[in-house]
């Protein structure tokens, strides 16, 4: 996803973070004016849904404005396919589950405790 929220407040003409801080608030969204700096200078990891709300009532705008969605880029390399899970030896796989080890007269059930 692409994070669109200074080209929304540009069309609202707002260009500072502290600006921004003003626009939210006369929605009644308070957030600190380290996390609007931070949510204007960078992507966010996460959002709430209700601060989205309330950032898209100070902006006049829909989610979509904000949020641009992006194709996923298809991995070039062969070296860098999905991880394996623990166990897994690559290409050719190794068993999927443990055995246990036998000694010889030994029975392949396991004895109850005592």
């Given at each position: 996803m692409?994070?669109?929220?200074?080209?929304?407040?540009?069309?609202?003409?707002?260009?500072?973070?502290?600006d921004l801080?003003?626009?939210?608030?006369?929605v009644?969204?308070?957030?600190?004016?380290?996390k609007?700096?931070?949510?204007?200078g960078?992507?966010?990891?996460?959002?709430?849904?209700d601060?989205?709300?309330k950032i898209?009532a100070?902006?006049?705008c829909?989610?979509?404005?904000?949020?641009?969605?992006?194709?996923?880029?298809a991995?070039e390399?062969v070296?860098?396919?999905?991880?394996?899970?623990?166990g897994?030896?690559?290409?050719?796989?190794?068993?999927s589950?443990p055995t246990p080890?036998?000694?010889?007269?030994?029975?392949?059930?396991?004895?109850?405790?005592n």
């Open positions: 692409k994070w669109n929220l200074r080209w929304a407040a540009a069309r609202r003409d707002i260009w500072r973070p502290t801080l003003a626009a939210f608030k006369e009644g969204f308070t957030p600190s004016l380290s609007v700096s931070a949510m204007w960078s992507q966010p990891v996460t959002v709430r849904l601060d989205l709300d898209c100070a902006l006049h829909t989610v979509a404005d904000l949020l641009e969605a992006e194709p996923v880029e991995r390399r070296g860098q396919d999905l991880p394996t899970a623990v897994e030896s690559g290409p050719g796989r190794g068993q589950r080890r036998q000694h010889k007269g030994d029975s392949l059930r396991s004895l109850p405790p």
